[in-house]
């Protein structure tokens, strides 16, 4: 199979962070290494890749969506800090989860804020 | 009990949209008037009057929120609209729906996209 | 099989509401009899006949579960009637479905009023 | 802004449990300290101090949406525990989530009992 | 960019339903025509088309998976007539959707035999 | 009541994990012991033992469904190992893991193959 989607999903992961393939690699190979190509392929290089929404809008719309869902805290906390690396505002990534509240309810959009919590506190330390 | 929350809800909300209050009012009430004006306070007066985020991304992140959702059509379809009138481009709404298909799955988008279909077309027609 | 959980199932349906089985019956019997069964038995026979609750709560949190799935509306229209019937009032309804504004986000809520609409305000007409 | 509402709220949320808003306060600080204020407002100030339901039959609806909702475990701890002080038996706890099997599948509601007993089983032991 | 993936996504899709592209294609056309693309490369090219599962399985996963999310009804619809066209029984299409009342709940399980019922009684008809 | 049910129910989930029983009876003594016989009798006396699908069958159309649910992970481990018992193969399972990811989205997708690392990996080592 021609590697023409992977490459273009590669680069689109790689400049939202550059270290993302080798983590998604060493969670999957024990037990789905294709799984990692179809990550690379379908989200990042048939989606994100598309030009009609620039990354900072995709980050905070996949914020909104997973916040929603209320059941994939770690890929939460990998798009929160991914909305940073693409540069969205700490204000602008709260004042998403808040506004789940109204959508998907405060539960929801508390436990949204936690994990936010986590993610951006300690980037601050780092910093 | 004070209007300002109000007053403030109804000014966003006479912004987006000028007909949607006497639409929402019409609608309950029969069943439950004092829901109008929870809605009105809440999400209009409390959260979408914050400054951290401007109304056209307020828009795309709630139908991001809503398609994710999956059983709210008749809100996407108001948001759909109500991201049109704020200044969000029908590429910029169509875009945010199809990226679901990566966090809520293909039937949540398209059925997403369908619901665009009615809004868009129809808006398409009267212009 | 013994009958006994039917039995037992089938009385405390019939005084929720005496015309719901031959209604189950008839939506069934072309694609699949059995679940006719099964819907007596486990939640009528099984849950809905132990003391610990009494009819009225009993629907009160079913109706509360129905809007938080939002995506039940046959099911929530019915039980909005049965609440009605085991002696719940009125208020008691709409106030359980605005509730669920806070844990599952206004459109369930929203949409939740609206089957209420459409049972209670019909219920008016006829009494 | 008044603070009526807040005040408001705050009673309703003192009476339920006198502990909450400080913890609620710790825990938001350093994310978001104003969804501290939106918790006290909406959901106490402007939902539960309405008076169509007490506040035992407010807590089981609630714990009906939060096991139904399945991916909300803090809040449903809180909220087990908060029906215990506002007066609920134990058993109409227990059996409230055990109904949501009915509505919400088996594994919401083991997983809501198994949330239930790490309360349950502890307030037995502080008392 | 290549279409040695539509093209295998295709041949997947017409030995299932030799008339859903064009379905698919007419649905999508003024809405959003690269989704079309989307659905035939990544579910058919990338996922159905591997060998791990035959068809007949991966059909009544799928039908698993749609009743579970329970707002998917024209998706469920399509996958009940995909599953008989690749050779599944109605008995095993119609277990599959009653099993789901254990994880998913009664109500999903209901809606999903009223889908069923629709699909395969329609086609009960015109055999 | 008869205990025709429970050992119906008790013989099939002796055919799958004998160890399972004494698992659910120590996990729920302490809060809902009537549970237990809950569990043994609806899902696997009255469902699992239908004749219409294989147990392989169930346990992949199970795994399908809480996947999608995405909030049942002690659920999820313990059918992935159930599936095992029951003679599916490991590639069977994470192919129906997979296939989810079109359906659910990708995070539902991801944690369910994460679960399955979890088992499929410690049922390697001890093998």
């Given at each position: 199979m021609s590697d023409e989607r992977y490459n273009k999903g590669l680069k689109i992961l790689n400049a939202i962070d550059p270290q993302a393939i080798s983590r998604v690699e060493e969670l999957l190979k024990?037990?789905?290494?294709?799984m990692t190509r179809l990550i690379v392929e379908f989200p990042?290089?048939?989606?994100?890749?598309?030009?009609?929404?620039d990354l900072k809008k995709r980050e905070l719309i996949t914020i909104a969506s997973l916040v929603t869902l209320g059941n994939a805290e770690p890929q939460l906390k990998v798009h929160i800090q991914n909305a940073l690396n693409v540069g969205c505002s700490k204000e602008e990534i709260i004042e998403t989860i808040m506004q789940m509240s109204v959508y998907a309810g405060f539960p929801a959009a508390l436990n949204g804020l936690l994990a936010a919590k986590a993610v951006l506190t300690d980037s601050n330390r780092s910093s």
């Open positions: 024990d037990i789905c290494p294709d990042y290089g048939d989606v994100y890749s598309r030009e009609a929404l």
